[in-house]
C-alpha cells in the first residue's frame, strides 16, 4: 500500500516529484518547509511521528506544493534526483539515527542537509564518512529561530562547492534579504565550516545580549531610569549606529508591563539565565585554538552565574557600595556615555568572534570570507544590525586586515568612545554596578595596544618554577637563567 500522505486540502500534488524534502517537522523543521513551498518548491515532508507530518499538511496544505510521506522510503522516492532531503531534527544522536535511516536509500551524488545546531566536529564526521559512500553532506547554520525559518533565516551551509551549485539557488530563494536586496546566504566553506560559523555567530549573540543587559543595569542604577526610561533609551540608539534586531527587541521586553502584577516585565521575571550549547562551545573552541575571546567567555559566565542561587543567597548582603542613582542632566549625560561605551565593547566582541573565525579557516583550511559571513549575519539572523554593513566593508577592502581594531573607522571609532567607556566603568566599578562585558572588552583593547605587556613578568616566573624557558627581546634563542644557582643565564 502507498503510504504517501498527499496533500488534503482537496487535490492532489501537482507532481509527485519534491525538489527538495525535510524530514523532522518540529517547530524549524516544519517553518522551513513551508517557506520552500511558499517559494514554489515541491516539498516532500516527512517526519519520525507521523501526526506531525498531517498536521502539517492540514493546517498549511494550501501554501504550496507538499507531497507528505510516512516512511523513508516513500520520502525518498519523492524526491527528484540528485535527492536534496533536509533534517531538522534534534542535534545529537537523533541527527545519526537519520543519517542512518536515509544514507542505505540514497545514491552516488545526492545531498543531505543537516540544518541543526551541530557540533561542527560532529558535521566534520558525517561528512567524511557519508563522502567516502558517495554523498554529500551539508551542516547548515540557521539562525532566525522559527519565525526566520518561516519568512527567511540566515543561512551558513558547509560541505562541498558541488553540492552548494545544485543547493544555492533554493538557499537564496528561502533565505532573508539583506536591506540591500542579497541574500542572506553563502557557501561559507568545506566541511563542517558552516557549523562552525553559525557557533561563533552564536557566541558573539551571547556576548551582544550581556553587553546590552550591562548596559540596562547602569542606565537603572547609576542614571536612574525606570524600565520605561530606558526603552525610550534603546528605541533612541536603535535609530543611530546601535540599529540592531536585539536592541530593537530588548526596548520591546523594557516597556512591557507584567498583566497579573502591573509592575514592569523586566521585575517580575527570575534573573537566571540560561545557556545553550552553542555559547560554550564557542569558548571551548577559543580555548583550543588560543584566540582570546573574553567577552564571549564573560557572557556564558555571566549566565552560568546568574543561575548559581545557593551561592548568589551565601554572598548576598557582602561588603560593597549600593549605586547612587544620579539625576537630570547628569543622569542623560551618563546615558550618553553608556552609548559610547556599549557601542566600543561592540566592536570588540565581533572583533574577537571574527578572529575565532579566521584562526579555525586557517586550523581546518577552510579558506572562509569574512566579508561574506558579515554580510549574511545583515539579516535574518539574531545579531543582525546595520553595524554588519561597516564589518563587511572593511574586510572587503582589506581580507587579510588582521583584526577589525586595524580597520581604520573601528579605530577611530574607538579612540573616540573611549573616554565615556573608561567613564563608565570608573562609574560601574565606583558604584558596584558588575559589568564584566564592558570590562572584558576595555581591558582587550588596552592590552592589545599596550606597548608591552606583564607577559614578561610571568615567562619569568614560568622559568624560575619550571625552568619553562624565555626568549629575550634583544637575541634570537631560548635562555634559561640558574636561578637557584648563580643566576647566570644559559642559551638552550
Ligand atoms: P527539536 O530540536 O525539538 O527536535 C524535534 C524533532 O526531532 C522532531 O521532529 C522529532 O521527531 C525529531 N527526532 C528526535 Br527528538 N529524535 C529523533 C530520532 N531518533 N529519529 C528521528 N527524529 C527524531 O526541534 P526544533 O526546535 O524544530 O529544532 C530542530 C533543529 O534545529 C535542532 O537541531 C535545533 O537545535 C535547530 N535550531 C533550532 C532553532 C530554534 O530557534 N528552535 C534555531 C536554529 C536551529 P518526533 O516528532 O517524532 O519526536
Same mark, same amino acid.
Given at each position: ?53 498531517? &498536521?502539517? !499538511?492540514? =493546517?498549511? *496544505? %494550501?501554501?504550496?506544493?507538499?507531497? +507528505?510521506?510516512?516512511?523513508? @522510503? $516513500? ?27 536515509? &544514507?542505505? !536509500?540514497? =545514491?552516488? *551524488? %545526492?545531498?543531505?542537509?543537516?540544518? +541543526?545546531?551541530?557540533?561542527? @566536529? $560532529?558535521t ?129 521586553v ?10 514592569p ?30 567577552g ?7 549566565r ?21 542613582p ?52 545583515r539579516?535574518?539572523c ?68 599596550a ?42
Amino acid at each position: 500500500m502507498d503510504s504517501a500522505v498527499h496533500n488534503e486540502n482537496g487535490r492532489l500534488p501537482m507532481s509527485t516529484s519534491a525538489q527538495i524534502g525535510v524530514t523532522g517537522l518540529a517547530v524549524m523543521g516544519r517553518n522551513l518547509a513551508r517557506n520552500f513551498a511558499r517559494n514554489g518548491y515541491a516539498v516532500a515532508v516527512h517526519n519520525r511521528t507521523a501526526s506531525r507530518t498531517r &498536521a502539517l !499538511l492540514e =493546517e498549511f *496544505g %494550501d501554501e504550496g506544493e507538499f507531497i +507528505g510521506a510516512e516512511t523513508a @522510503a $516513500d520520502f525518498v522516492a519523492a524526491l527528484e534526483r540528485p535527492r536534496r532531503l533536509v533534517i531538522m531534527v534534534k542535534a545529537g544522536d537523533p541527527t545519526d539515527a537519520v543519517i542512518e535511516e536515509f &544514507a542505505p !536509500l540514497l =545514491e552516488d *551524488g %545526492d545531498v543531505i542537509i543537516d540544518g +541543526g545546531n551541530a557540533h561542527f @566536529a $560532529d558535521t566534520r564526521r558525517r561528512e567524511r564518512d557519508l563522502r567516502e559512500r558517495g554523498i554529500h553532506f551539508v551542516g547548515t547554520g540557521i539562525s532566525g529561530g522559527e519565525e526566520g525559518a518561516l519568512h527567511g533565516p540566515s543561512i551558513m551551509p558547509g560541505g562541498s562547492a558541488e553540492s552548494y551549485a545544485s543547493l544555492g539557488p533554493m538557499l537564496e530563494k528561502i533565505s532573508a534579504k539583506a536591506a540591500d536586496g542579497a541574500p542572506c546566504v553563502t557557501h561559507v566553506g568545506p566541511d563542517g565550516a558552516g557549523h562552525f560559523v553559525k557557533m561563533v555567530h552564536n557566541g558573539i549573540e551571547y556576548a551582544d545580549m550581556q553587553l546590552i543587559a550591562e548596559a540596562y543595569q547602569l542606565l537603572r542604577d547609576v542614571a536612574g531610569y525606570s524600565p520605561a526610561q530606558i526603552a525610550e533609551v534603546f528605541r533612541t540608539w536603535n535609530t543611530g549606529r546601535l540599529d540592531s534586531y536585539l536592541i530593537e527587541i530588548t526596548a520591546e521586553v523594557l516597556s512591557h508591563v507584567d498583566a497579573a502584577t502591573g509592575k514592569p516585565f523586566v521585575d517580575v521575571v527570575a534573573d537566571q539565565a540560561e545557556q545553550k550549547g552553542t555559547g560554550r562551545w564557542t569558548v571551548q573552541l577559543a580555548l583550543e585554538l588560543g584566540v582570546p575571546v573574553s567577552g564571549i567567555a564573560e557572557a556564558v559566565f555571566a549566565r552560568s552565574l546568574s543561575g548559581h542561587t545557593a551561592l548568589r543567597e551565601a554572598s548576598r548582603g557582602l561588603a560593597g557600595p549600593t549605586a547612587q542613582p544620579l539625576s537630570g542632566a547628569a543622569a542623560d549625560a551618563f546615558a550618553d556615555q553608556v552609548e559610547q561605551a556599549l557601542y566600543a565593547s561592540k566592536i570588540v566582541s565581533y572583533t574577537q568572534g571574527f578572529h575565532e573565525i579566521a584562526a579555525g579557516s586557517a586550523e581546518y583550511d577552510w579558506n572562509i570570507d569574512l566579508g561574506a559571513v558579515a554580510a549574511i549575519w545583515r539579516g535574518g539572523c539574531i545579531i543582525r544590525a546595520a553595524f554588519l554593513d561597516r564589518i563587511r566593508a572593511a574586510y572587503d577592502a582589506r581580507p587579510d586586515l588582521p583584526s577589525l581594531l586595524a580597520d581604520e573607522t573601528f579605530a577611530t571609532e574607538i579612540a573616540e568612545a573611549q573616554h565615556d567607556w573608561r567613564a563608565v566603568l570608573g562609574a560601574a566599578t565606583s558604584q558596584g554596578v558588575p559589568t564584566p562585558g564592558f570590562a572584558a572588552a576595555l581591558a582587550y583593547y588596552d592590552s592589545l595596544r599596550a606597548d608591552r605587556l606583564p607577559a614578561a613578568l610571568t615567562q619569568g616566573q614560568r622559568d624560575y618554577f619550571g625552568a619553562h624557558t624565555y626568549r629575550r627581546t634583544d637575541r634570537e634563542g631560548s635562555f634559561h637563567t640558574l636561578w637557584s644557582e648563580d643566576r647566570s643565564e644559559v642559551q638552550v
